[in-house]
């Protein structure tokens, strides 16, 4: 591998056969993220409630992998968003606006049919730093 395996107690152990994130440094250091679902690290237990509860945990998991990484929210330069339901599209939005609001990375959302454990939010990210 060609990068380096970034792993934080502060966010979720992983579930499968992926790290939290990988490193990769060239002209710039490139962070690429794996998917965060709403689990709160420090009980390993899916947060419960609505999207935005589980917006706001999700975004917490990867700013804290971005924060052992040696990098801030305002790297982030691409996030991809999985929605259970896309109605809470405007729900999600608004918790991500109080994140994302000022740096504004590119950004794609899309519906998909099923996400692990059930939850109604997967959020990926890529930072360049």
Known sequence: MSGVQIFT????KPIGPYSQAILVKNPKNLLFIAGQIPINPK???IVKGDIKEQARQAIENLVAILRESGATIDDVVKVTVYLKDINDFQAFNEVYSEYFGKSKPARAVVEVSNLPKGVKIEIEAIAAF
Do not use: D, L, M, Y
């Open 43 to 45: 009980t390993g237990e």
């Open 9 to 12: 107690e502060n966010a979720p």
